[in-house]
Nanobody, 128 residues
């Protein structure tokens, strides 16, 4: 079963830096894009950053200049690095990936489906 697991969250001091990782596991053929979202209680989910298979990168307005999104295809892992964190960055951060997943029990058939997968989220608290 395909899973995305975020790590690296927790308590961060104001002005500090954050490094999040999202490890994908399962019968993955290829990951087409990575996204990071964040959401606070009572608010809509906000796009933080996106990186595509063609390495096109988009950042949300609130994190431009403070964020860097990367990916490591060999590890099936996406990363988000942020600096100069503020209290407003306190949210649950979600990893998302669009990927091709093998669906056949016979690997030689190379049958797959493309879909969107989400991590369960990881809390980031920016506080003294």
């Amino acid at each position: 079963q395909v899973q995305l697991v975020e790590s690296g969250g927790g308590l961060v001091q104001p002005g500090g830096s954050l490094s999040l990782s999202c490890a994908a596991s399962g019968r993955i053929l290829n990951i087409h894009s990575w996204d990071w979202y964040r959401q606070a209680p009572g608010k809509e989910r906000e796009l933080v950053a996106t990186i595509t298979g063609g390495d096109a990168i988009t950042y949300g307005d609130s994190v431009k200049g403070r964020s860097n999104i990367t990916r490591d295809a060999t590890k099936n892992t996406g990363y988000l690095h942020m600096k100069k964190l503020e209290a407003e960055d306190t949210d649950v951060y979600y990893c998302h990936a669009n990927m091709a997943v093998i669906t056949s029990d016979n690997a030689d058939l190379m049958a797959f489906t493309c879909g969107d997968y989400w991590g369960k989220g990881i809390a980031v608290n920016v506080s003294s």
